[in-house]
T-cell receptor, first 117, second 111 residues
Framework: GAVVSQHPSRVICKSGTSVKIECRSLDFQATTMFWYRQFPKQSLMLMATSNEGSKATYEQGVEKDKFLINHASLTLSTLTVTSAHPEDSSFYIC?????????????FGPGTRLTVL | RKEVEQDPGPFNVPEGATVAFNCTYSNSASQSFFWYRQDCRKEPKLLMSVYSSGNEDGRFTAQLNRASQYISLLIRDSKLSDSATYLCAVTFFSAGNKLTFGGGTRVLVKP
């Protein structure tokens, strides 16, 4: 299957700082990338959908000014958590899909574990 | 009511036994269905897509029941390595490629 990478895999930061997470599709062009958040013992919750070259579409309840998403190329999307607070501590996972993919398959990155102190 | 629901478990399964569990969805316009496996503190990995006619991949069998709006996953001859959380995911006609995940079913296979 296709490979999606995320960087960093783990980040610990102080409250009030901003954190950028990168999501890359390594061997295919991702027309769409998705950002999810997963709290302990809960399922993945979609935060936003980003299409290359256009603004991200955020899910209800997700603050677009706090979670900045940029999908500047067909292989890279970034999520910036601005002014992070302890309640933003979570497992952030991206996924990527291609219009040529079968059955709308999404390929997931390994996730980024964010801890805000 | 959640759009996609699963029994959280855990399902404690003796090694070698068969286990099956369901995932119900509320939107009759659901389009595509998937089972993912997620190990602790890892990303979900696609286990299998679920086809209308049902499909099998080795020890894993997935079924779709559109009339009752659920999908199922059956694991035969359970291995210790099958211990994981199994997430079902659904896409809806009106939502493009977006996946909506269930809460996951935890399976623990014990010797």
């Amino acid at each position: 299957g296709a490979v999606v990478s995320q960087h960093p895999s783990r980040v610990i930061c102080k409250s009030g700082t901003s954190v950028k997470i990168e999501c890359r599709s390594l061997d295919f062009q991702a027309t769409t990338m998705f950002w999810y958040r997963q709290f302990p013992k809960q399922s993945l919750m979609l935060m936003a959908t980003s299409n290359e070259g256009s603004k991200a579409t955020y899910e209800q309840g997700v603050e677009k000014d706090k979670f900045l998403i940029n999908h500047a190329s067909l292989t890279l999307s970034t999520l910036t958590v601005t002014s992070a607070h302890p309640e933003d501590s979570s497992f952030y996972i991206c996924s990527a899909s291609s219009t040529s993919g079968r059955y709308n398959e999404q390929f997931f990155g390994p996730g980024t574990r964010l801890t805000v102190l | 009511r959640k759009e996609v629901e699963q029994d959280p478990g855990p399902f404690n399964v003796p090694e070698g036994a068969t286990v099956a569990f369901n995932c119900t969805y509320s939107n009759s316009a659901s389009q595509s269905f998937f089972w993912y496996r997620q190990d602790c503190r890892k990303e979900p990995k696609l286990l299998m897509s679920v086809y209308s006619s049902g499909n099998e991949d080795g020890r894993f069998t997935a079924q779709l029941n559109r009339a009752s709006q659920y999908i199922s996953l059956l694991i035969r001859d359970s291995k210790l390595s099958d211990s994981a959380t199994y997430l079902c995911a659904v896409t809806f006609f009106s939502a493009g490629n977006k996946l909506t995940f269930g809460g996951g079913t935890r399976v623990l296979v014990k010797p």
